[in-house]
Antibody, heavy 123, light 106 residues
Framework: EVQLMESGGGLVQPGRSLRLSCTVS????????IAWVRQTPGKGLEWLGF??????????EYAPSVEGRITISRDDSKRIAYLRLSSLKIEDSAVYYC??????????????WGQGTVVTVSS | DIQMTQSPSTLSASVGDTVTITCRAS??????LAWYQQKPGKAPKLLIY???SLEDGVPSRFSGSASGTEFTLTISSLRPDDFATYYC????????FGQGTKVEVK
């Protein structure tokens, strides 16, 4: 069974950074691109970016709205993908999901989702 | 970025009804469109991709179609489990989502 599980959410102060982890099981992690999507009641669902699988270069693509503040990385040996978001703002408060697409080149449509982790940015 | 506009925002229906949700893209996206279903407290679930391709395991009462920049999700013979919020999402450029359509009990 394909599973993705996010961790690392919680309360973070404005201006600080967060790092979320996405631990996967049930599929060959190294063959797939992984993306991060967040959801808020106000802005809805927002794609943040993805990282390609190593056969496709392991490169990243990011949404313009978070470019410069976001880093997505992966450790294929541990089967974990990471999201780092810096200079946090109140509006970064959201449920953060890691998601998988059908293959390794891109992660732009999402057939598997984690359960989500809540991030609250507040002083 | 490409804007996705869904209508209606809320739809009241009864079990057995056929319901239609529309999503309009602000520019051409070919057929690079997906539909998701989300229930409260849960992650979205992929229903349809490439505008009309049914994801594995999704019941055939769900169908999608496209006409230019207008896309439609149709649920035939609505079942109790179908009351949820539905989102469209384009992936022609970096992905963007519609604002959602809540299908509620009439």
């Amino acid at each position: 069974e394909v599973q993705l599980m996010e961790s690392g959410g919680g309360l973070v102060q404005p201006g600080r950074s967060l790092r979320l982890s996405c631990t996967v099981s049930g599929f060959s992690f190294g063959d797939y691109a992984i993306a991060w999507v967040r959801q808020t009641p106000g802005k809805g669902l927002e794609w943040l970016g993805f990282i390609r699988s190593k056969p496709y270069g392991g490169t990243t693509e990011y949404a313009p709205s978070v470019e410069g503040r976001i880093t997505i990385s992966r450790d294929d040996s541990k089967r974990i993908a990471y999201l780092r978001l810096s200079s946090l703002k109140i509006e970064d408060s959201a449920v953060y999901y890691c998601v998988r697409d059908f293959g390794g080149a891109v992660a732009v449509k999402f057939n598997y989702w984690g359960q989500g982790t809540v991030v609250t940015v507040s002083s | 970025d490409i804007q996705m506009t869904q209508s209606p925002s809320t739809l009241s229906a009864s079990v057995g009804d056929t319901v239609t949700i529309t999503c309009r893209a602000s520019q051409s996206i070919s057929d690079w469109l997906a539909w998701y279903q989300q229930k409260p407290g849960k992650a979205p679930k992929l229903l349809i991709y490439r505008a009309s391709s049914l994801e594995d395991g999704v019941p055939s009462r769900f169908s999608g179609s496209a006409s230019g920049t207008e896309f439609t999700l149709t649920i035939s013979s609505l079942r109790p489990d179908d009351f949820a919020t539905y989102y469209c999402q384009q992936y022609d450029e970096y992905p963007t989502f519609g604002q959602g359509t809540k299908v509620e009990v009439k």
